[in-house]
């Protein structure tokens, strides 16, 4: 089979479910991480035989995207501000708006010494990798409540070559905050998802993404941010940064809750697509 009658069947098999658009997006992607080819070559190589292992490779994955599984976890990896990244449905994908903020941060902080950072709900590890990568002097640690998310994510440190310092702990037990220093800058994109939204997400998100990672309860929808930001009390150094990636229709709540506890200079960014997306607040 050529690489042209694999595109084919790939997008055939799945445009039914996920619309032309989106099957090609996966398909392409599908692609980029079983063929070891630059993307200029590859259009020479389209009507040629397929390689075995690859074509191998393709054919196999094409039941499991069927059954909605993302094609991040059929492939096993992603990227990220332009890194590789390994991922499992033990933790979340990271998302185009992710890397918006932590290009935000960078562009921000970049020129700053002695940098302590903090990433809350690491996840796969994403924004504290990158941020390591491109701020190789700072000192960043990053937590998690899931030990199988803390074993992805040092997996990815090690895979970028990232000095990154990985932590188990849960947020909201105040018990165990005392053990952390103090940072310049605190970041997290917490869950955020309120339970009444699911009606208006895909099946591949609700049924194999980790739902710790996405979702909280309507009746506190804040309790990450609220919780995160009375830590951040206890362990921003004066004039230190917090960062939140937030819910588009919790902005306001958010800045209320802030100002309430004291922090100053709140600023609300949106994303790409002009949607409240961002908070940052000073201590």
Same mark, same amino acid.
């Given at each position: 089979?050529? &690489? ?13 479910? @996920? ?10 992607? %599908? ?24 074509? +191998? ?6 039941? =499991? ?7 991040? &976890? ?33 562009? +921000? ?11 809350? #709900?690491?996840?796969?590890?994403? =924004? ?50 005392? #053990?952390?220093?103090? &940072? ?7 869950? $955020? ?14 049924? @194999?993404?980790? #739902? ?9 929808? %804040?309790?990450? $941010?609220?919780? /995160? ?28 809750? %802030? ?9 609300? @960014?949106?994303? /790409? ?9 000073? &201590?």
């Amino acid at each position: 089979m050529t &690489y042209s009658e694999l595109e084919k069947r790939v997008i055939e098999s799945i445009q039914s479910l @996920y619309g032309q658009t989106e099957a090609r997006s996966i398909q392409r992607f %599908l692609f980029s991480c079983y063929a070891d080819i630059d993307p200029a070559r590859y259009l020479l190589l389209r009507m040629e035989e397929a390689e075995p292992t690859f074509e +191998k490779n393709v054919l196999e994955a094409i039941p =499991i995207l069927a059954e909605f599984v993302p094609v991040q &976890y059929v492939t096993g990896k992603t990227w990220f501000c332009g890194h590789e990244f390994f991922v499992t449905p033990d933790v979340l994908i990271p998302r185009p708006e992710t890397e918006e903020l932590v290009t935000m941060i960078i562009k +921000k902080i970049s020129h700053q010494k002695d940098l302590r950072i903090l990433d809350i #709900g690491t996840g796969s590890g994403a =924004i504290a990798i990158s941020l390591a990568i491109s701020l190789p002097i700072a000192q960043i640690s990053a937590i998690d409540i899931s030990n199988i998310a803390l074993e992805v994510s040092e997996k990815n440190a090690f895979s970028n070559k990232a000095n990154v310092k990985f932590i188990q702990a849960d947020i909201l037990d105040e018990n165990c905050w005392p #053990g952390f220093s103090s &940072y310049n800058l605190i970041v997290s994109n917490p869950p $955020y998802v309120k339970q009444s939204e699911r009606v208006t997400m895909k099946r591949n998100v609700l049924d @194999y993404e980790p #739902g710790l990672a996405l979702f909280v309860e309507d009746s506190d929808p %804040l309790l990450f $941010y609220r919780r /995160i930001s009375e830590f951040a009390l206890k362990h921003l150094e004066p004039k230190g940064e917090l960062w939140f990636e937030i819910n588009e229709t919790e902005a306001e709540n958010i800045n209320k809750m %802030l100002i309430v506890l004291g922090f100053s200079n709140i600023q609300v @960014y949106k994303d /790409i697509n002009s949607k409240n997306r961002f908070v940052c607040a000073t &201590y």
